[in-house]
């Protein structure tokens, strides 16, 4: 919303920095299967009784990779000088390990994994997108084989795309994974002036965007930018970062994301969002340009349609840990008319992988849509408090402590490049 912001127009707080240090890059977790050699073994025939139990193959695999490590120790006749040589061999690997791994960081308290698992029945599967390419390109403007036109005339550096992301299966311990690929589209409001749209207002209309684009440029705001007319201009490189989405928190299947301005694309619409609105204030020129481009980004980078989201949805505040700080589109994003599922309908990843609240004020304002998505993150915490044992209450607060931990890694590895978010 920068430029309601400049404009005095604005009507929210909307400040979100990274504060924080470098770090080395993510080490990969090390682990050791021990499954081969004389020394560790385990009772196959066991394991294998347990697994047929399990009727899902994939579920019966992981039970059978989770066996196997944790095998017992078996006494065996051990010759001792191949012992000898074993134990001098382990010496060996932990002296190196001290001397040649400084960076080494202190383990994080275990605490139990997130599984995977989503709500799919209530969400559309939806198919890949077209195969999209361009067919011109000029300094000024490219031209792509689904009608797709992008004006370049306000294109600006940021720095490289370059974030941590958490896998979901082993979040409790990871210190994350460095990535450059895009992941997602979160997709906004500008929050900006609107005049009337019609003919006569042209001049003010075309007056107004210039101010626009020249704000989000300047701030490096979003990556693209789609004004009344239905025009879309690139503004940040879809190679860099852009300061759309600073405090925010997303998950798909295998991933958790932190701060999005890194992983996730940012597209803004010129258009603004009103409490409870469920219908979409956008041009049918928007509507399209919007379809547009979400096609030819998803081609390009092979992005999931689940990544495809409102900034509400994603938007949260670290400070009070509650979700909604910022509201663009909170219950009226065209998902069908954009080719992609009704994302709505997805349990609002805020709440079941970081433990944030919200307050009844914000489902008010926010409308009907996102409540689903905020009902079925409820039900999917309830079920992983009571699967893990604990109280709802001891299961979020330690959601919580993780999210910290989580989001100072991410800032560390971001303190290079100084973020400001709209
Ligand atoms: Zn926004």
């Given at each position: ?7 005095s127009w ?23 299967d ?42 065996y ?30 383990l ?11 709500h ?8 890949a997108p ?27 550096a ?71 007319f ?31 301005n ?9 258009a ?31 992005i ?22 910022h509201?663009?589109w909170a ?39 996102i ?14 408090a009571?699967e893990?044992?604990m109280?709802?209450?001891?299961y979020?607060?330690m ?12 800032r ?11």
């Amino acid at each position: 919303m920068p430029f309601a912001k400049r404009a005095s127009w604005l009507s929210r707080p909307n400040t979100e920095r990274s504060l924080a240090k470098p770090q080395e890059p993510a080490t990969p977790n090390q682990t050791t299967d021990g499954t081969s050699g004389s020394f560790w073994r385990y009772s196959a025939r066991v394991a294998d009784s347990c697994a047929k139990h399990i009727d899902d193959p994939v579920e019966r695999l992981k039970f059978l990779q989770q066996v196997a490590p944790r095998l017992r120790w078996k006494s065996y006749n051990i010759p001792w000088r191949v012992a000898g040589l074993i134990l001098l061999v382990g010496v060996s690997a932990s002296l190196s390990a001290v001397l040649f791994l400084p960076s080494a960081k202190p383990l994080q308290p275990v605490l139990p994994s997130i599984k995977p698992i989503e709500h799919a029945a209530v969400v559309a599967q939806h198919t890949a997108p077209s195969d999209v390419w361009q067919v011109e390109k000029t300094a000024a403007s490219e031209v792509y084989s689904n009608g797709l036109r992008i004006d370049n005339h306000y294109l600006v550096a940021n720095h490289p795309r370059s974030y941590v992301a958490f896998p979901l299966d082993q979040a409790a311990q990871s210190e994350g994974v460095r990535r450059t690929e895009p992941a997602g589209i979160v997709f906004h409001t500008t929050e900006s002036r609107l005049a009337p749209f019609e003919a006569d207002q042209n001049r003010v209309l075309k007056k107004i965007d210039e101010s626009l684009l020249e704000y989000v440029r300047r701030k490096h705001a979003y990556h693209f930018l789609i004004d009344r007319f239905g025009r879309v201009y690139r503004v940040v490189a879809e190679t860099d970062a852009a300061n759309h989405s600073g405090n925010s928190v997303w998950a798909d299947d295998r991933w958790l994301y932190l701060n999005l301005n890194q992983s996730f694309f940012g597209v803004s619409i010129e258009a603004r969002t009103q409490p409870g609105q469920v219908e979409a204030e956008m041009s049918p020129a928007q509507l399209r340009a919007a379809a547009m481009l979400t096609e030819m980004l998803r081609s390009r980078y092979h992005i999931a349609a689940n990544n495809c989201v409102t900034h509400a949805q994603v938007s949260v505040n670290p400070s009070n840990m509650q979700i909604g700080y910022h509201r663009d589109w909170a219950s009226s994003f065209p998902f069908e008319q954009l080719g992609l599922p009704d994302n709505y309908q997805r349990a609002l990843p805020a709440l079941w992988t970081s433990g944030f609240e919200y307050n009844p004020e914000f489902q008010q304002w926010a409308g009907d849509r996102i409540r689903a998505g905020i009902q079925l993150a409820e039900d999917r915490l309830t079920a992983q408090a009571a699967e893990s044992g604990m109280s709802l209450r001891a299961y979020r607060r330690m959601l919580q402590k993780r999210y910290h931990q989580e989001l100072e890694i991410v800032r560390r590895a971001n303190a290079d490049e100084s973020e400001e978010s709209e």
